[in-house]
């Protein structure tokens, strides 16, 4: 059997990785594209290890992006990202990826869809196309080409890279910033009971718990919490409630089936002490909470980037589960512990009557290509 050559970048983003396309260089039917990206990835992957396919068999490595130059006069590019299942022949269209979004602008530049100065920064317009969010992607340039390397850290991340700031604009619409009704409503999850939540839409669709609603601390690690299959399963039936609350799934199972990327279900816990997954010490003093987040079924290694955009807006608004739980932020910025370290991320609110509105969320990540070329998928016969 012959194979397919279709153009391609690996590119990592954030704390995620992902295999990005030019829209022009996919099949135009949907269905023909993503069963060849399935391919491309490796799902679905039996075995759940993506040994045949460029995916890394974790919901931070089962990523494709589809990049195109924009329509929109506010806009240089579309920017549509889709979350591969592991074990399922699914890809999950129904929300951004904010650690990928770091790479869009990059991916952009490199490819000619836009034309960035030779040195200082270039910035990109992007249109989210999943959730319909702008979002400007400020990327340093040097001697013509993307600055990939520099002295910004990332937890989460091995190595140093350079900063790549990122403004999501106006990621929640103000009449559904909180899709069921108010800042904390109660779920009623069956054969857990009846539990307090924010459920909130903003970045992406994101619920907040109490981590101990799930019996946790809220300062474990992924290795922990991802062996533990029936802990797995109640936190996948809180956010299968949540998403049918939000009115995103008209049912429990319709959500775990073909909705596995959103809403993300997360918890936090007031400020502590712990010890993240590299062995380095967190201290409460630098932190205003704890969060973790769940991603396509496993506690996520880092934060999600539009995690960390929906944290900074909950955080700001009194009566969220996130702002009960956190610290008072004076000034600057929310700082917050995940498991693989510290996030920090500011968000820009007001109020207009009795509604909050989001102006902006912005947090800095770093991009890398890792790859390019073509990836080859077995032609149909």
């Known amino acids: 059997m012959s194979q397919t050559r279709t153009p391609a970048v690996y590119m990592r983003g954030g704390t995620s990785k992902g295999v990005f396309f030019l829209s022009q260089d996919l099949p135009t039917d949907p269905r023909q594209r993503d069963d060849l990206l399935l391919r491309v990835i490796g799902s679905p992957d ?26 929109r006069p506010d806009c240089d590019v579309d920017y549509l990202f889709g979350a ?6 699914v890809i999950d269209w129904s929300g951004n990826c904010g650690n990928l979004s770091a790479a869009v602008g990059p991916f952009a530049i490199h490819t000619g869809l836009i034309v960035a100065p030779a040195n200082g920064m270039a910035t990109v317009r992007i249109w989210q196309a999943n959730v319909g969010r702008r979002i400007l992607a400020h990327v340093p340039m040097r001697n ?12 989460g991340v091995s190595f140093p890279g350079a900063e790549i700031r990122l403004e999501f604009l106006d990621p929640a619409a103000a009449e559904q ?44 690690l992924p290795s922990l919490v991802n062996q533990d299959a029936d802990l797995l399963a109640r936190a996948e039936v809180i956010r299968a409630t949540g998403a ?45 909470l704890v969060a973790r987040i769940f991603s396509m079924g496993q506690l996520h290694h880092a934060m999600t980037g539009t995690g960390a955009v929906a944290l ?14 956190s610290t008072p932020v004076k000034n600057g910025p929310l700082c917050f512990g995940h498991p693989s370290g510290v996030l920090q991320v500011g968000a820009e609110t007001r109020t207009a009557g009795n509604r909050w509105i989001i102006d902006r969320v912005i947090m ?15 032609t149909a016969s």
């Open 84 to 89: 591969v299942s592991v074990v399922q022949p």
């Open 177 to 220: 910033l909180f899709p069921a009704g108010n800042p904390m409503d109660t779920l009623s999850v069956p054969g857990i009971g009846s539990i307090a939540a924010t459920l909130i839409d903003a970045g992406n669709p994101t619920i907040f718990i109490d981590a101990g609603v799930l019996g946790l601390t809220g300062t474990e």
């Open 364 to 378: 800095s990540r770093s991009a890398r290509i890792l790859m390019e070329g073509w990836v080859r998928t077995p």
């Open 46 to 71: 039996r075995y759940g290890k993506h040994i045949d396919g460029m995916g890394g068999a974790t919901s931070s490595t089962s990523k494709v992006v589809i990049v195109a130059p924009s329509s």
């Open 244 to 288: 049918v609350a939000m009115g995103l799934a008209g049912s429990i199972e319709e959500a775990s089936a073909l909705r596995p990327h959103t809403p993300k279900l997360a918890f936090v816990s007031p400020p502590a002490d712990y010890v993240a997954s590299d062995g380095r010490p967190v201290a409460r003093d630098a932190i205003h």
């Open 312 to 325: 900074a807006a909950a955080a700001a608004i009194p009566g969220t589960v996130v702002h009960e739980l």
């Open 144 to 155: 013509g080409d993307v600055q990939e390397t520099g002295d910004f850290d990332l937890d």
